[in-house]
């Protein structure tokens, strides 16, 4: 059974930092690039960054700079490391396969307030 649990959200001041995990299980997780995601209600859920199974990796511009993706294939898990946080970061943040998506997970919540 595919599962993906994502772990790391919470609340933190603009310029502060988070960084997020997300386990997967049930996939070949390393024959995957994998993506991470982020929704804010009433919009359409966006791709921030990927990472290829080799370690290459794209960040959507409004994170470039910011935001590091990283994977660790035998623990199957991929993480998203943010930094200089803004207000818009404000989101539910979720993994998934880059292509082919299994089941969402439930996310984790990112506030950025002061």
């Known amino acids: 059974q595919v599962q993906l649990v994502e772990s790391g959200g919470g609340l933190v001041q603009p310029g502060g930092s988070l960084k997020l995990s997300c386990a997967a299980s049930?996939?070949?997780?390393?024959?995957?690039?994998m993506g991470w995601y982020r929704q804010v209600p009433g919009k359409q859920r966006e791709l921030v960054a990927y990472?290829?199974?080799?370690?290459?990796?794209y960040y959507t511009d409004s994170v470039k700079g910011r935001f590091t993706i990283s994977r660790d294939n035998p623990k199957n898990t991929v993480n998203l490391q943010m930094n200089s946080l803004k207000p818009e970061d404000t989101a539910v943040y979720y993994c998934?396969?880059?292509?082919?998506?299994?089941?969402w997970g439930q996310g984790t919540q990112v506030t950025v307030s002061s």
């Open positions: 998934n396969k880059f292509t082919s998506p299994v089941r």
């Open positions: 049930g996939i070949i997780f390393s024959s995957y690039i």
């Open positions: 990472i290829t199974r080799g370690g290459s990796d």
